[in-house]
């Protein structure tokens, strides 16, 4: 009888033990995925934002490769069809807008543009990442060279600046239907400087000219698009509920 009661208490005391062990397990697994949630939104937003609620996809069968190449030409090999004679560009031709004057790059802006990137961005065929350009400003007076003189003759660019690998991404449904990856295209990090501080200076000719429509926030520089939309319309709402206004919603 004795050993009966000693044998229920000794389970018990076992029981409540591992209990305490799986509950000090799931703080620490809990701090553990803060922290690297934390490092990641701060290193690469992006990523932090891309991987919450991302689903891991297991692509056993993937398109062959013919299928593969065949499904992306027929997207992208076709040459576009625009109209010319679209209204909306009858209307800019005939703005009195400034023309954009272009200054050689400066290697303060290569320097300034290579310090706010990210650290870690992903590299292309030279596996070349902004870590290692960072701490060597020697080497951006050579960028900026170069990069003048790309601008100047676009023909001579390097095969190597425009080249990247492109990995295929499996999305969602089926993986052995091609349609179902997103293609992305890992390119020098030497390309999205160039491209970078270009679409910089075409940015600010834009605002400067108030070319980019107010409403379309996405395309501001420094502007959170969807946070901004959404603090307008609820700066909208308050004011109608306060004020008692009619409001149509479209």
Known sequence: MTNAREVAQLTEILKQKMQAKAQRIRRYEKRETQYSQNKMFKEDTKKFYRNLGMKSIDAREPPSVAETETYWKSLWGEEAQNNERAEWIRREQERKVSLMVWMPIQIMEITSYLYKAHNWKSPGNDQIQNY?????????????????????????????????????????????????????????????????????????????????????????????????????SKTIYEDCRRRKKNLSIA
């Open 132 to 232: 290692w350009l960072k701490p060597f400003p020697a080497t951006h007076k050579h960028i900026t060279k170069n990069f003048i003189a790309i601008i100047e003759e676009p023909e001579n660019a390097p095969d190597w600046l425009i080249e990247g690998i492109t990995y295929l991404i499996p999305k969602s449904g089926d993986s052995k239907e091609v349609r179902n990856y997103r293609p992305i295209t890992c390119l020098t990090t030497m390309y999205k400087t160039l491209t970078g501080k270009i679409a910089k200076r075409i940015s600010t000719h834009l605002e400067e000219q108030s070319l980019l429509p107010a409403e379309q926030k996405e395309c501001h520089p420094g502007s959170k698009g969807c946070k901004d939309q959404l603090m307008i």
